[in-house]
Nanobody, 129 residues
């Protein structure tokens, strides 16, 4: 049974940077067989997809609110996925989740919750002065 564990969340000042990590274990095949996404859930709001990377890395998606500031990557040897977040804003405050789903899900459209079968527990990012 696949498991995901996020880390790297913290309190950071506006304009600062953080790198979130997502460690995968227990999957029967390598991560390059899957689509991988990052979602976030702000207080009182729905969980929303902000980025994803396809199994072959030929597709990466970034939502308009994070495009140009966030970069998603993966290290197959370590079975880890990362979200580099730069120029953080108070509106980026949320619990961030990584998720794994079937290879065909990541596209040019916003990732949707139902597309992803495996989820981490989330890591808190707070952007405040």
């Amino acid at each position: 049974q696949g498991q995901l564990v996020e880390s790297g969340g913290n309190l950071v000042q506006p304009g600062g940077s953080l790198r979130l990590s997502c460690a995968a274990s227990g999957f029967t095949v390598d991560l390059d067989y899957y689509s991988i996404a990052w979602f976030r859930q702000a207080p009182g709001k729905e969980r929303k997809g902000i980025s994803c990377i396809s199994s072959t890395e030929n597709i990466t998606y970034y939502g308009d609110t994070v495009k140009g500031r966030f970069t998603m990557s993966r290290d197959l040897a370590k079975s880890e996925v990362y979200l580099q977040m730069n120029n953080l804003k108070p509106e980026d405050t949320a619990v961030y989740y990584c998720a794994v789903g079937s290879s065909y899900w990541c596209s040019t459209y916003q990732p949707q919750i139902y597309q992803y079968d495996y989820w981490g527990q989330g890591t808190q990012v707070t952007v405040s002065s």
